[in-house]
């Protein structure tokens, strides 16, 4: 079955439009992605500062080859230092990473 990762960002409250907003104009980059499923974009709602960035794929290997790839360069792990690179929103980064062992969805009609 598939894979999901999880980017877990803190993000202070005078950066939550600044994310929500790049994160509207990358639409596109991950989507055409070899193995790529499904991404969400889940804002906080009960007084906490995290937002999660949720993307499902077929594979580990078709999510490191994303990250190895375009990837790397939505995420400023690419090793450049642009000084005119606009500074992140987010405080504090983390990934976690599971294994999707079961699934359900509404019925067919």
Do not use: C
């Not at 999510?63 to 992140?88: E, T, Y």
């Amino acid at each position: 079955m598939s894979i999901v990762k999880i980017n877990v960002l803190t993000v202070p409250d005078d950066q939550r439009e600044t994310l929500e907003k790049r994160f509207a104009a990358r639409a596109g980059t991950v989507e055409s992605s070899d193995g790529f499923e499904w991404f969400e974009l889940l804002r906080p709602t009960e007084g906490t500062d995290t937002y999660l960035v949720y993307t499902r794929w077929r594979t580990e290997e078709d999510f490191q080859n994303w990250m190895s790839g375009r990837g790397q360069a939505a995420h400023s792990g690419g090793g450049s230092a642009d000084a005119d690179r606009p500074k992140p929103a987010a405080t504090d980064s983390t990934l976690w990473s599971f294994e999707v062992v079961q699934q359900a969805g509404p019925p067919q009609s």
